[in-house]
């Protein structure tokens, strides 16, 4: 199986930075698009970063020029640099993978179990 863990997160002043990590492991052959997505109480999952396996980078337009999405290939990571963090950052942020299994030719979608970002005002 594969697993993905999010870390990182806690509660932050506004104006504060963060460093989202997470770490996939498992029986992995390959990983292709990563994402980062949030969750705020009350409101649907939205989509915040997505870096593609050769380092392709697209944002939503309220995190650009604040977040930056990276990959670690060699160690199957992905991070979420944060800054200028304001309260409607405040969320629950999951990380997403497209990752190929040793044991299959299918790709599959899995999803980490979040990891909470507070901003105080």
């Known amino acids: 199986q594969v697993q993905l863990v999010e870390s990182g997160g806690g509660l932050v002043q506004a104006g504060g930075s963060l460093r989202l990590s997470c770490a996939a492991s498992g029986n992995i052959f390959s990983i292709s698009s990563m994402r980062w997505y949030r969750q705020a109480p009350g409101k649907d999952r939205e989509l915040v970063a997505t870096?593609?396996?050769?380092?392709?980078?697209t944002y939503a337009d309220s995190v650009k020029g604040r977040f930056t999405i990276a990959r670690d290939n060699a160690k199957n990571a992905l991070y979420l640099q944060i800054s200028s963090l304001e309260p409607d950052d405040t969320a629950v942020y999951y990380c997403?993978?497209?990752?190929?299994?040793?044991?299959?030719?299918?790709?599959?979608?899995?999803w980490g179990q979040g990891t909470q970002v507070t901003v105080s005002s």
């Open positions: 997403h993978a497209n990752v190929r299994r040793t044991d299959s030719q299918v790709w599959y979608s899995y």
């Open positions: 870096i593609t396996s050769d380092g392709t980078t």
